[in-house]
């Protein structure tokens, strides 16, 4: 899980991975995130990674992108 954060206005939202393709240094996140923070394209942003604690786990509750992915 990653805290992904804007420096300018100290907006903060969260974030997991689905594909590791950007190159080093370069984080591609999708326009909505990016949008729903109020930043602009290609603006800094901080990204750190973050650890749930168990208690946390109990309140959440994961999807799977793809219907097919069923277990």
Aim: aromatic share 12%; proline share 3%; with cysteine.
């Amino acid at each position: 899980m990653f805290e992904i954060k804007n420096p300018k206005n100290g907006k903060i939202t969260h974030g997991g991975v689905l594909e590791l393709i950007s190159e080093e240094g370069c984080c591609n996140i999708p326009y909505w995130a990016s949008h729903v923070r109020c930043s602009v394209l290609n603006d800094l942003k901080a990204v750190e990674n973050i650890a749930l604690y168990s208690c946390l786990m109990r309140y959440m509750r994961f999807y799977t992108e793809n219907s097919s992915w069923s277990i």
